[in-house]
């Protein structure tokens, strides 16, 4: 069973021969200070690392390791240490450490657990053992006046390993937060600075150890600057390379089941298939064509799960708000005002209805995304994502400066949608409403793409489009909610009853859709208005 920890600490380098301060000589510039440090006798802890042949792990920030020895349970497994959200306004360094046992997986073959997580940073690479590293750790415990541990202070001598030789020695010092303020910690650390150690080592002990090919930049490089002289095509791939990027940390976040993770690694899919194709024109057609086809297909599979979570969260919040508005009396009784009202008992008949359909199919539709994700199509498709980004097939166009090409690109998506908007009846089916949603959202990835570069006025016409776009969501969701009341009414094992309540949320969800539909109508005027899109036509 794995267990999980965040652990945020300050790496500092020292020489061989430094010494430790006394740091329970807290200065009034080191406010709040370390009232009691608690020395522990040395232990020895031996670690095996594992990464691919071109370390694809330590260049992504990540360290998988086998480890031997230590005085505690923690010391000892294989652990996954994966990057977590840092202030960039401190040194100090946040890693998630992912822990299975020892006995999780023989020497040698790293846990299938832990490998389909980084899957999406080793693409299918073969890990094997990269470094052997044994350290000499001597811990202190760090408290307070008040008793609290503030942090855990360790002092490790580092061996490099080539079999029984030591092929390379280093010492650093840790110093890990506990139940410290970061003013406390900060003082600890401007200390050991002022005693000699340096400060700002953010490098693992492994990255150390490998060299420079370990610090490298990852396979996926940082977008570029693009200006609107540059060539479309650089536009291009830094869109690619943004949004291929959030593709691959969300796909880290989904296989850790973290909240929203499957959403936003359907937003990063869609980003990516929208570019391709308003962008077409800058690119090999049967490239794009390819590489959309696999987005969707991997889109479609990640809306199993996602569609249904908002599904019924909808469904169970809207059921609520029937509950609200009419908290008393007998199913099918209807007051004087013509308002039907519900009895409590057959709103939690319907809700367990609601929850029971989902939970049939909620484990079906996840098995399936983690059947997807692991398989030899999706770990080709991460590949080609990853070459796209570094190696888009653009074609002649793309060197046509991106206030030349790019604007009309995003004109054409406009006009599209307008024609749709023009076309649609208030009173008209759903689906003609989806088809305008999807235009409307074409635009708006299309828009957010030029933004980098040209700034202030296609943020703005962004922003202005979500207004529409929201609303749209907000349609089509209640459409869905609609037909899934419709549905689960239907359904062998609901009584009358609880079918009346579930025709009553029915009509709540097609109200849901007018409303949406005549807000539209209402904000539409306003976003189609010319000034907002006159940086379409200006000279940049």
């Known amino acids: 069973m794995t267990t999980t920890e965040r652990e945020v600490e300050h790496k500092l380098r020292v020489h061989g021969l430094y010494r430790l301060p006394d740091l329970t000589m807290a200065s009034p510039e080191h406010e709040p200070g370390v009232a009691e440090a608690v020395a522990h006798p040395m ?3 031996t670690a095996t690392y594992y990464d691919t042949d071109t370390l694809r792990l330590a260049r992504s920030g990540i360290t998988l390791r086998r480890r031997e020895g230590g005085s505690t349970a923690a010391d000892a497994g294989w652990h996954l240490k994966l990057p977590a959200a840092r202030d960039p306004a401190s040194s100090a360094v946040s890693r998630d450490e992912i822990r299975l046992p020892l006995d999780a997986a023989p020497p040698g073959e790293p846990p299938k657990e832990l490998l389909d997580l980084v899957l999406a940073s080793t693409r299918g690479a073969s890990v094997e053992a990269v470094a052997t590293l044994r350290t000499e750790r001597t811990p202190y415990d760090l408290a307070a006046a008040d008793g609290r541990p503030v942090a855990e202070l360790t002092d490790d001598s580092v061996s490099v390993l080539d079999g029984p030789q030591v092929v390379a020695r280093f010492r650093e010092l840790e110093v890990e937060l506990r139940e410290g303020t970061p003013a406390e910690v900060d003082a600890i650390v401007a200390q050991l600075v002022e005693s000699g150690a340096i400060a700002g080592g953010l490098t693992s002990k492994v990255a150390r150890a490998l060299g420079p090919l370990a610090t490298a930049p990852p396979d996926l490089p940082k977008p ?47 980003r990516i298939r929208s570019g391709l194709q308003v962008f077409r024109s800058l690119v090999d057609a049967e490239w794009a064509n390819a590489l959309r086809a696999e987005l969707g297909w991997i889109a479609a599979e990640l809306g199993a799960v996602r569609d249904r979570e908002v599904l019924e969260d909808r469904l169970l919040r809207d059921l609520g708000e029937l509950a609200v508005e009419a908290p008393v009396a007998r199913s099918g009784h209807v007051s004087k005002a013509g308002v039907h009202h519900t009895d409590p008992r057959d709103l939690a008949a319907a809700e367990s209805v609601v929850r029971r359909a989902f939970d049939d199919e909620r484990a079906h539709a996840r098995a399936t995304v983690d059947t997807a994700m692991t398989s030899e199509r999706y770990v080709a498709l991460l590949e080609a994502l990853v070459d796209a980004a570094v190696h888009p097939r653009l074609g002649e166009a793309a060197g046509t400066a991106c206030r030349v090409a790019l604007p009309p690109l995003v004109r054409k998506a406009w006009r599209r949608l307008e024609r749709d908007v023009a076309l649609l009846d208030p009173d ?24 980098p570069v040209f700034g202030a006025p296609a943020k703005s016409f962004s922003r202005t489009l979500e207004l529409v776009t929201e609303q749209l969501g907000e349609h089509q969701d209640a459409v869905i909610a609609a037909e899934t009341t419709r549905r689960l009414a239907a359904g062998r094992r609901v009584t009358g009853t609880t079918g009346f309540v579930l025709g009553l949320l029915h009509e709540h969800e097609r109200a849901a859709v007018t409303r949406a539909r005549a807000t539209f109508l209402v904000e539409w005027p306003e976003v189609s208005r010319r000034r907002h899109r006159a940086w379409l036509s200006a000279e940049h």
């Not at 989904?254 to 936003?264: G, I």
């Not at 089916?429 to 793409?449: G, L």
């Open 43 to 45: 232990i020895v802890l």
């Open 224 to 270: 570029g600057r693009v200006q609107p002289d540059d060539p479309a095509g650089a536009a291009l791939q830094a869109h690619l390379t943004r949004h291929v990027q959030a593709f691959i940390d969300q796909d880290l976040r989904v296989r850790r089941d973290l909240p929203d993770s499957v959403h936003q690694l359907r937003v990063a899919a869609r």
């Open 428 to 451: 008209g089916a759903d689906d003609d409403w989806h088809e305008t949603r999807i235009a409307a959202k074409r635009v708006r990835y299309a828009t957010e793409a030029l933004v």
